[in-house]
Every structure is written in structure tokens, then in C-alpha cells.
């Protein structure tokens, strides 16, 4: 009977040393799997999302070459190249006061490739076009940056003999003349509007242009012997006394043309118009695209080198985030849709 019990132990002890065994070997077997398997993951490239923009980008400019929205498009598109490290192309499309480029840019993709750049006639145009403005500010655009502002101008060709408002004013009630302005429904065209037609009831009539370069051009040629354009236009012209800037509608004088009264001092307090040039994107882009060109033009904007190429073209840089470009630009709106109805302004 002890020999049987001693064999019965020796059976149970080997079948325990056996089962602790084979634990062991599964738990081996266990970790070298999971080791295997975390070096098989490490290993693994996992797909990332592409770095934005990662391929060119196409600013379209509502209005022709030699004008300030052009003229700021290309100042900042050339820095811009540089901080995104992508090509950006610089696309003209003009025409109907900048409703052109915002109806062709309203339909591109919502990519984040795409932008308008214009003027605050894309803040007129919907009050002074109605459906005819072809877009909705509020739903086919997000608001990207105001890159610049200037006032607009009054300015006169140089054989015209007048040399102040007042003389303007005192010309105009003798003679048959005429106004050009970069299209109807910009806010230099609207300045005019309600100065000549609305305040002095003169009958000068306007000759729309596609854009403030060709304005200017107007009239430092004499096609018509008033030019009313953004302070950009016309600004060398004035320096080389080929015209005379006479009036300026801004709430404080210009540092560039410390000579040249604003219209408020000349007794005209109801005239405080600006123009400006806006990147905004089609409706629908990426938030996170927005607030990447965004921030990207903010610095450029922000640098001195650019601030001095804008200066030099009489645009004052502004920037800004895309709330406060929103908030700008719906203020905007609702000033330019007050100054369209008690001017009855109508588009040419």
C-alpha cells in the first residue's frame, strides 16, 4: 500500500510540473507574440493627411491690372508663394463693377485653392444689382482677410481749372462734365454719386470704367475731366502733376497728401467712404484652410517691407482675424445698402 501511494504522488507531481510547464511555455510564447506584434506596428507607416496646400493656389482679382485690388493681389500673392511654399497664380477676371470675378469664383470648388480677391463693391453690388449681382454675399462666400483700406478720391486732369471743391462745385454749375470712376457701384463711383447728384444736385455724369486703373487713366488723358477712384489710382499721377487730387473722403487728411483737405473739413460730414481690397473663399471651404491663408496673410501684411509696397501704392494694410473680417465686412453691408438707397444709385 506505501509503495501504490508513493507511486500515486510521484504520478500527480509530475502531471503538476508538467501543467506549470506548459503555462510557462504558452506565457513565452504570449510575450514573443506581442513583441512581434508591436515591432510589426512600429514598422507599419500609417497614411497621414497632406500638408495645405499641396498644390498651387488661384487668387482671382475681380478688377484689371494697374488698379489697388490688383495692385495689393499681386504684393501679397508674390509673398505668399514664399511663406506657403506653393505657387500661387494671380487670375484676372473683370467686369459689371467686380460682379464678374465674384460670379466665377462663387462656382469654383471650395477646396481651399480657390479665392477672390475684390473690392467693397462686393459689399455695394448686391444692394445696387439685386439678383442681378449674380452671387449673395452671405451665402456664396466665407470671408478670409481685408488685406488693405484706402479713402477715395476727388481729383481733376490737369487743364481743368479748378484747384478746390469749392471751385468744383462753382465749374460744374457752368459747364457739361463728366465723371469716371472704376464701375458703378464701387464706393468711389457712390462718393461721387452723393456728392455731385445727391449734395450739389449737379448733372455731371458718370462714365463707368472696368476698374480704377482705366479711370485714372481717364482722366489724366482727358476723356473726362474728373477722375473719382481710390487714393491708389490716381496717387503718381497727382505726383507727376498730371492731375490734381482736390478732395479726399476719409475722416483724417492722408500722410502722403498732407496738402489734399477731406471733404469732412470742406463741410461734407455725411461723406466718410473707404475702399477696400478682401480675400474671401466660396462658401463651403474648409474652416482650417480659411484660417491657414488667413493667418498666413496676416503675417505678410504685417511685415514692414510689405506695409512700405502697400504704402506706396496709398493702401493702408489692415489684416486682421476671420471673425473680425466678418464683422467688417457685414457692417459693410448694411452701411453701403443705406448710402445705395438715398443716393439712388443705379448700375450702368
Known sequence: M??????????????IKERAQ??????????????????????????????????????????????????????IGNRLSD???????????TGAGGNVGAQIVAKYPNDGYNF??????????????????????????????I???????????EKVPVKTIDELKAYAMKEKLSFSSPGSGTTPHLTCENLFHVIWKTDITHIPYRG?????????GGE?????TAVAGVFQFHKQGKVRIIG???TERVSDLPEVPTLQELGYPQIQDYTWVAVLAPAGTSPDQVNTINRAIAKIVAEPDTKEKLSQAGLIPVGGTVAQTTTYINNELKHWSKVVIETKAKPE
Not at 3 to 13: E, G, P, R, S, Y
Not at 42 to 55: F, L, R
Not at 83 to 93: E, F
Open 116 to 145: 477672390l480677391v475684390t473690392s467693397s463693391s462686393y459689399a455695394v453690388n448686391p444692394s445696387l444689382y439685386g439678383e442681378k449681382a449674380g452671387y449673395n454675399p452671405q451665402k456664396d462666400f466665407s470671408p478670409v482677410i
Open 248 to 250: 479726399v473722403s476719409s
Open 22 to 75: 506548459l503555462k510557462l511555455e504558452m506565457m513565452a510564447k504570449t510575450i514573443t507574440l506581442g513583441s512581434l506584434l508591436a515591432v510589426l506596428l512600429s514598422t507599419v507607416a500609417i497614411p497621414s493627411q497632406a500638408a495645405y496646400p499641396e498644390k498651387p493656389i488661384r487668387l482671382t482679382v475681380s478688377f484689371p491690372p494697374g488698379g489697388p485690388v490688383d495692385m495689393a493681389a499681386r504684393i
Open 147 to 157: 488685406i488693405a483700406t484706402q479713402p477715395n478720391v476727388i481729383s481733376v486732369n
Open 83 to 93: 511663406v506657403l511654399k506653393q505657387s500661387v497664380i494671380v487670375d484676372n477676371k
Open 212 to 220: 480704377a486703373g482705366p479711370a485714372s487713366v481717364a482722366v489724366v
Open 2 to 15: 506505501h509503495t501504490a501511494l508513493t507511486t500515486q504522488l510521484k504520478v500527480k507531481n509530475n502531471f
Open 224 to 228: 473726362t475731366p474728373i477722375g473719382c
